[in-house]
């Protein structure tokens, strides 16, 4: 057992033992041999054991030699041969230490100085040393490295093989250690290669300093990123084909903590997969202990994107101050990055980002502001693959127009793996405000003009709301519009409360996806016109065809007018509800010649469009009669209860429909000649009965019991081209 330090401190002369080795080894033996010897030396605190697996030893004159095989426990799992030649006495001698390895197996020494994600299964190491030795100890050190290989990976890794294949170490003692320069060494990481010159220094205490002595390309150390990875492997890292310069380098190692400096110039690589490539990084490294900070900027550079996005981005300038450090949470120590001072300036897009990456757990805290831009560029940012093409083409169609984002701004928080965040671990948001934007909501609509619009993506979900707009000259106080879940087979639903008039409201039915139906029957045959407050429901699918459309129309003293049988409703008010192509309205209240009535109205996609009307008043008989004969004014009075209803059958080309009207004319008296002189309070009901088309009516009447009509009215001509009237 050496003690190293105890020597140091005090020198031979103290250390009897020491002249006695000496004497036992040079002078006394002859010749001796030893097998399966142990040598601990201890220096530092640290003990070292050294296993001489066979060591024969002679001596002649002046002449000393030994040669054997030994091992550094710890270090390798096999041995090394070595030969000792010393000329001299116990006084003063010198000589050369020389050791060969060949398919050295260091995985002891290399496992346990580097904690990798990837196991170490193979290593051979081949190297010749010599030491150059006086008897006041070692005057120098040179090695030469051969051909050696280490190989990583196991059944759940990909293999990845490195190696040195070449290169020379000289070292010298100095006052206070060593200095070490290491030329021409050649590293092998998967199929790339590096050669490099450093010089060092290792100090007695255990520390060190080493340096690069001339620019190096950064690759190699690239490709070693698969060895502390989980989930990226050698094959992905190549297809990034990482290029760069390592201009500077000084690692340092003091009281066994490592500190670091490091520049990196023009560091590229390609677009692979998900990952975006760039062109033109440099790099300032720094590291200490349990912490660093890397400084990168890019001028004139490129971002490419376009499996990502529509587009790759031309870079103006981007900088980032990324801060790394150690966390302890119970008794883990998790590694955080902290981004600050973040600027990304592009032909395209400006955004002003900050971030706090758990480089343990995958946890990511984000926040970003986006600089205003046109509202027809935002397309080219959609991430069409994770979002859905259908939620993409949507998107992309519904901002083409004109419009401003005034405002955006980005907030994320959880792990990328857990979005979008179901389990409730997290959260993703963003705010954009848009400025009198166009939203070309669907291609079988009219786009909404003039909106501000704010638009909130929360986690899968996305929300449109604005306080104002037009569709088709129809002035929108409220929308909103809402996809629960950014997903192919998603519905996206569109609310809006506007007023217009009921030209616009047709023009604007006429316009959409209902045109057909809705619109046509707006349009040709319940025709509404003056002022209205209207609401409206959209469903549309993201995928697929069919868009279902709900609303509601508020009537205010509105003009509805019947074409196909020229019945036109004054001042009508109440709620016309729609859905589709099926319209309801019930409590209508309105007039019709002069007089007030009740009506509800219902209209129905068939074979045909079919519509209901159903109505009844209380009117008073002298406002009729003018519409009949004037000539009978004074002879009729009173007033009757009435109901009527009425059912179309339209189509393209002609229409037809039957109606019934039933009325009550006890309050009624006639001082026309018998059989038609009735008394006020005597029983008469009267009923009439009529269908056609749109070329003529029959019409059936009854009077009582004892009067009968029964005719058939051409509508062109308006007369009767047939009548029987029994009495």
Known sequence: DVDADRFERAGDNNFPVVDALKSLFLEQLQSFSLEEGEVLLSKNGETQSFIIDQLTWNNSGKRHQGLGQMKVADVSSNSASFIIDVTGNKDAFEGVFYARAEDLDISPWVSDLIKTKRPLTESRANFEIWADVQSNGITGVQAQFEESLLEWGGEEYSTLVTGIRGGSIEAVPTQDGWSVRVDQLVVDSGHETIEADFVGKVTNAGDAVVSIVKPVQINPFLMLLPLFMDDTSEEEIRALNPTGQLATLELQFRHRQPELTAKILDLSWEQAGKTPG???????????????????????????????????????????????HTLAVGDEKQWVMTGKELVFDSEQLVLEPAFRANLTTGNLDIFANIEPLALNAVNNFFPASLMGVNTDKFLTRAFAGEGSISKAQVLWHGNPKNYPFNDNSGIFQAYVDIEDSDFVFSSKWPALNELDLSVRFENAGLVMESDKGTLAGIDVAAMSAEIPRLHPSSMLTIKADGSGTGEKLTSLMKQSSIASSLGKVLDK?????????????????????DIRVRGEAQLNNNDVYITSTRMQFDDANGTLTFDNAEIDANGLTASLLGQPV???????????????????????????????????IDYLDGETHWQADVNLSLSNSDFSYNAQINADLTATQSLLPAPFATVQGTSLPLQINSEGNLQASNIEARLGDNIHFDGVLPHKEMQFSRALLSL
């Open 598 to 632: 009740e009506m509800s109205i219902q209209g129905r996609q068939n074979d045909s469009y079919d519509v209901n009307v159903n109505l009844k008043g209380l009117w008073h008989v002298h406002p009729l009669v003018k519409y009949v004969k004037t000539d009978l």
């Open 278 to 324: 760039l062109t033109s990084l440099d790099a300032d490294i720094y590291w200490y202990k349990d912490s660093g900070a890397v400084y990168l900027k890019s001028e004139n550079s490129t971002l490419s994107a376009d499996n990502i996005i529509k587009q790759n981005l031309d870079i103006n300038a981007f900088n980032a101050n990324l801060y790394f």
């Open 525 to 545: 045959d319940v025709q509404v016109s003056g002022p209205l407050s209207a609401s409206l429901t959209l469903d549309i699918p993201l995928k697929g065809k």
